[in-house]
C-alpha cells in the first residue's frame, strides 16, 4: 500500500510540537496539505515539514489536494463542522479531545462516519502510554484478578491559554473537558467499560468564573466496581502530576512509577517490571502509538480504540457530571 496522505487542520501547540514531527518521521505516511487561518504558522509549518500544499481556508484543502486522512486539532467549537466536512469528503479523521461540546454534536459526528464507512478516531493518548499498555496487559491476564476499583487523579495547568478554553460554549467545559475526559477514558477502559449505575460531582471555581477549574467526581458501575476521579489547574501541586491506581481481587497496580504488588500466599509481594520510567519518553511515545494506531486501522489492521461513538458514551457520562455537581446531588444514569 503507498504511503498514507495526511492533512492537518489548526496549527496550535499539539500540531507543531506531536502531531507533525510524529507524522514527519513516521515512513508510512506523507504531510500532503496543513491548513490554518493564521498565515505566519502556515508559512512557518509549511517550511520546516515542507509541505507542499498550505490553505488558510480547510474547504479549499479539502477539495483540491487528494488526502486520505485529516487530524483535526482546532478549537472545540468547530470540531463538528470541521469532523463532517472532513468525512463527507471522504477522510478518516482523528480529532483532538475533545471530540465535541455535546452529545449531540458527537454524536452527529459518529453516525456520519458510520454512514459514510469511514474511521472517525479520537485522541485519548493516555490509553497508548507504553507504562499503561503495559499495566492493561498484566490486568488483562487476570494475575491481579479482577479490577474492581480504579483511583486517578491529573494536577497540571490548563491545556492551552487561549481565551476561548475557559468560555464553556466554546469548549464545553473546563477542567473535566480538559483531564477529566481523559482520566474517565482510561479508568473505564481498565474496567471494561461497564454499565454506569450513578454519577457524583463536587466541582470548583477557584481561578476561574465561566468554567470549573478543579473536579472530583464518584462513578459506580453497576458490576459493583467504582471510579473516583480528582481533575485540577488550581490546586497546588508539583508542575505536572499524574497518579492511577487500579485496585483488583488479587494484587494492585499503580503508575508514576510503575508498580505492581500482588498477593501471593497471604502476603503482598511487589513486582518489578522490566520498563523504563521516564514519564517524559512514555508520553511523547503515547502519542506515536496513538498515530500507527489509527494507520493500523486505516489499512485495516487493528479495530479502532477510542472512536467516536466509544466518544459519546463518555459524553453522556460527563453530563451527568455536570448535572450532580450543578444540583449538588448524586445522579442516577
Known amino acids: 500500500m503507498s504511503k498514507i496522505k495526511f492533512g492537518i487542520i489548526g496549527l496550535g501547540g499539539i500540531s507543531q510540537l506531536i502531531h507533525l514531527p510524529d507524522l514527519f518521521r513516521n515512513k508510512e505516511v506523507e504531510i500532503t496539505a496543513i491548513a490554518d487561518i493564521n498565515k505566519n504558522a502556515l508559512l512557518e509549518v509549511a517550511?520546516?515539514?515542507?509541505?507542499?500544499?498550505?490553505?488558510?481556508?480547510?474547504?479549499?484543502?479539502?477539495?483540491?489536494v487528494e488526502i486520505d486522512a485529516v487530524i483535526i486539532a482546532t478549537p472545540t467549537k468547530s470540531h463538528m463542522q470541521i469532523a463532517l466536512d472532513c468525512l463527507n469528503a471522504g477522510k478518516h479523521i482523528l480529532v483532538e479531545k475533545p471530540l465535541a461540546r455535546t452529545i449531540e454534536?458527537?454524536?452527529?459526528?459518529?453516525?456520519?462516519?458510520?454512514?459514510?464507512?469511514?474511521?472517525?478516531?479520537?485522541?485519548?493518548?493516555?490509553?497508548?502510554?507504553?507504562?499503561?499498555?503495559?499495566?492493561?496487559?498484566?490486568?488483562?491476564?487476570?494475575?491481579?484478578?479482577?479490577?474492581?476499583?480504579?483511583?486517578?487523579?491529573?494536577?497540571?495547568?490548563?491545556?492551552?491559554?487561549?481565551?476561548?478554553?475557559?468560555?464553556?460554549?466554546e469548549s464545553g467545559g473546563g477542567v473535566i473537558f480538559d483531564l477529566g475526559i481523559v482520566l474517565l477514558d482510561v479508568a473505564l477502559w481498565f474496567l471494561n467499560f461497564p454499565e454506569i449505575l450513578s454519577v457524583s460531582t463536587h466541582n470548583f471555581f477557584?481561578?476561574?468564573?465561566?468554567?470549573?477549574?478543579?473536579?472530583v467526581s464518584m462513578i459506580r458501575a453497576k458490576s459493583n466496581s467504582?471510579?473516583?476521579?480528582?481533575?485540577?489547574?488550581?490546586?497546588?501541586?508539583?508542575?505536572?502530576t499524574f497518579d492511577l491506581e487500579i485496585?483488583?481481587?488479587?494484587?494492585?497496580?499503580?503508575?508514576?512509577?510503575?508498580?505492581?504488588?500482588?498477593?501471593?500466599?497471604?502476603?503482598?509481594?511487589?513486582?518489578?517490571?522490566?520498563?523504563?520510567?521516564?514519564?517524559?519518553?512514555?508520553?511523547?511515545?503515547?502519542?506515536?502509538?496513538?498515530?500507527?494506531?489509527?494507520?493500523?486501522?486505516?489499512?485495516?489492521l487493528n479495530p479502532v480504540l477510542s472512536s467516536a461513538e466509544d466518544s459519546v458514551a463518555r459524553l453522556k457520562i460527563i453530563q451527568n457530571m455536570y448535572l450532580s455537581a450543578s444540583t449538588r446531588k448524586e445522579v442516577l444514569v
Open 47 to 64: 517550511s520546516k515539514f515542507k509541505v507542499n500544499h498550505a490553505f488558510t481556508d480547510y474547504h479549499k484543502m479539502l477539495e483540491q
Open 105 to 169: 454534536e458527537a454524536q452527529k459526528i459518529a453516525d456520519t462516519a458510520k454512514e459514510k464507512g469511514l474511521i472517525a478516531m479520537v485522541g485519548m493518548n493516555m490509553r497508548y502510554r507504553p507504562d499503561i499498555m503495559l499495566l492493561k496487559g498484566i490486568i488483562n491476564s487476570g494475575e491481579l484478578g479482577d479490577p474492581f476499583f480504579v483511583k486517578c487523579s491529573w494536577f497540571k495547568s490548563q491545556s492551552s491559554s487561549a481565551k476561548w478554553f475557559t468560555k464553556k460554549d
Open 206 to 215: 477557584i481561578n476561574t468564573k465561566n468554567v470549573e477549574d478543579s473536579s
Open 226 to 240: 467504582m471510579i473516583y476521579l480528582e481533575s485540577s489547574w488550581a490546586i497546588a501541586s508539583q508542575k505536572n
Open 247 to 300: 485496585y483488583c481481587t488479587k494484587g494492585n497496580a499503580l503508575i508514576n512509577p510503575l508498580r505492581i504488588i500482588k498477593n501471593i500466599d497471604g502476603q503482598d509481594v511487589e513486582l518489578k517490571p522490566m520498563l523504563n520510567d521516564n514519564r517524559k519518553a512514555h508520553l511523547e511515545k503515547s502519542y506515536q502509538n496513538e498515530l500507527n494506531h489509527f494507520i493500523g486501522a486505516i489499512k485495516g
